[in-house]
Nanobody, 118 residues
Framework: QVRLVESGGGLVQAGGSLRVSCAAS????????MGWFRQAPGKEREFVSR????????YYADSVKGRFTISRDNAKNAVYLQMNSLKPEDTAVYYC???????????WGQGTQVTVSS
């Protein structure tokens, strides 16, 4: 059974940093792409970043490029999103998701709230 559990959200001032984590289990990691998405109040969920587990190729939304970094820990089966230079518009629930190869993101965590105050 696949399980994704996010943690590490919280309240931070604009310009600050925060790291959110996703503990993953039940996946065949050599075939998976891990993604981070976010959903702000009243808005649709949007893509933030993704990483192909095997090889570590990363991709970022333009809105976070240069400020956010996705990474993984193979030993812990965890993926992280380091968020620097946070802005109030980064406020959202952040979700971890997993997709196999070129398929859709079928597996989702419960989300963690990130709030950036101005």
């Amino acid at each position: 059974q696949v399980r994704l559990v996010e943690s590490g959200g919280g309240l931070v001032q604009a310009g600050g940093s925060l790291r959110v984590s996703c503990a993953a289990s039940g996946l065949t990691f050599s075939r998976v792409t891990m993604g981070w998405f976010r959903q702000a109040p009243g808005k649709e969920r949007e893509f933030v970043s993704r990483m192909k587990w095997s090889g570590g190729i990363t991709y970022y939304a333009d809105s976070v490029k240069g400020r956010f970094t996705i990474s993984r820990d193979n030993a812990k089966n965890a993926v992280y999103l380091q968020m620097n230079s946070l802005k109030p518009e980064d406020t959202a629930v952040y979700y971890c998701a997993a997709a196999y190869e070129r398929g859709p993101y079928n597996y989702w965590g419960q989300g963690t709230q990130v709030t950036v105050s101005s």
